[in-house]
């Protein structure tokens, strides 16, 4: 990792491994300005960012008529979201069966893990892109000249479920449910990700396809679920610094929740667009392989985290992608009807990810780079 001005004195051999955490910069005593190499200049091409707009509202799907609707009610959902992705490639996901004391008890056992000494998380940092347990600060630290106001975790938690063994326990933590008792974080996982293979039923379906189409072809059941907890401490002057710069998500459909904290910023005709969930929703957004599986039909969405001057925001992300060998396609089913042309090279996921990593591009650089 490139060295992160220090806060104190490490030896020069320890320089240029040390990740010094956004927290700890945030904490120190007397910090009145964003240090030099946490701060963006403002430019005039900077998009304006507006209030979401009642007469053009968020689409807001109803999860449980999906799964307990009647077969008019589904119908209706599913042509709903075909609506939402193709004209937002967001919505908001209500009634979606996560209990919210699951959720909460999650982002409460993340603070945690973000408490933990800077040394402590160290010991998770991670080598490499497929490690399945990376923490650190900004995106990229290898590449940026400026960083982000953000720590991080990320895990694999399928096929392969694994989760940090700090703070004591947290790997552990039971959560009743019903009558049963289960582990906490393992508990989270596996219910976003019911929800995720559910929605991608009815998005098959909306693309006019069978409803386990997506699930078959991107080989689900080996399929790569990341979990990424995102830490953005409060910040002397957000409109210097920023959480997550303009992205579009890797996998095929991103679920994010938070700690009830303003922050999730989306791009929609143009504009910056402020998004405020419900309580007990997901914001859910395309992603890249759902944009190349649906010939462009459904667009990942450009989106970013700003940060605030009071509070800390924790955000929690499930990324739902296709198995890491998986090459990736539009649906033949989408192309060969002798009107629409490929619009994308196929690329396996692991290859995906891997460009990412490397080469840090902005916006949707990573998918443009195989569009045809
Ligand atoms: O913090 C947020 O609300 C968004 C996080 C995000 O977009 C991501 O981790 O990919
Ligand atoms: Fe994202």
Redesign the pocket.
């Known amino acids: 990792m490139a060295a992160i001005p220090q806060l104190s004195q490490p030896s020069p051999t320890q320089i240029s491994k040390m990740t010094t955490y956004i927290k700890k910069v945030a904490e120190s005593p007397g910090l009145t300005s964003v240090p030099s190499s946490y701060a963006f200049t403002p430019s005039p091409n900077d998009q304006a960012v507006s209030d979401e707009d009642p007469e053009d509202s968020i689409p807001i799907i109803d999860f449980s008529l999906l799964t307990s609707g009647t077969p008019d009610q589904r119908s209706q959902v599913i042509q709903g979201l075909g609506q939402a992705c193709k004209d937002w490639g967001f919505f908001k996901l209500i009634n979606h069966g996560v209990p919210e004391s699951l959720t909460e008890a999650m982002i409460e056992g993340i603070r945690e893990f973000f408490n933990l000494t800077d040394e402590e998380k160290r010991e998770f940092e991670g080598k490499n892109f497929l490690d399945p347990i990376t923490c650190g600060t900004s995106v990229n630290t290898s590449m940026e000249k400026v960083f982000y106001w953000r720590d991080y975790l990320k895990v694999f938690v399928h096929p392969e479920f694994h989760f940090p063994n700090k703070p004591a326990g947290f790997r552990f933590v039971r959560w009743l449910c019903c009558n049963c008792c289960s582990e906490l974080s393992l508990e989270y996982c596996k219910r976003a990700r019911g929800v995720a293979w559910e929605l991608l039923k009815a998005i098959s379906e909306s693309l006019g396809l069978e409803p386990f189409y997506i699930e078959k072809v991107m080989n689900l059941d080996k399929g790569l679920q990341m979990f ?1 907890a ?1 830490f ?1 401490p409060p910040c002397p002057q957000p409109e210097l610094a920023m ?2 710069p303009p ?1 579009s ?1 890797h996998g095929i459909l ?1 679920l ?1 929740t ?1 700690n009830g904290i303003g ?2 910023q989306l791009q929609h005709n143009g504009m910056w667009v402020n998004v405020n969930a419900i309580p007990n929703s997901f914001l859910v957004n395309v992603a890249d392989q759902l944009e190349i599986l649906s010939n462009g039909r459904y667009k990942s969405i450009l ?1 970013q ?1 700003v940060v605030n001057k009071k509070v800390t ?1 924790i ?1 929690l ?1 499930m990324t739902n992608g296709p198995s890491l060998n998986k090459i990736v396609n539009p649906a033949p089913e989408l192309v060969n009807n002798g009107i629409d042309q490929p619009a994308y090279h196929g690329i396996t996921y692991k290859e995906y990810l891997q460009h990412r990593q490397s080469n840090s591009l902005p916006g949707k650089g990573n998918l443009d780079r195989i569009r045809i």
């Open positions: 990424y995102n953005y959480g997550l992205h998500d991103s994010v938070h922050g999730f989106h985290a925001r955000s992300v």
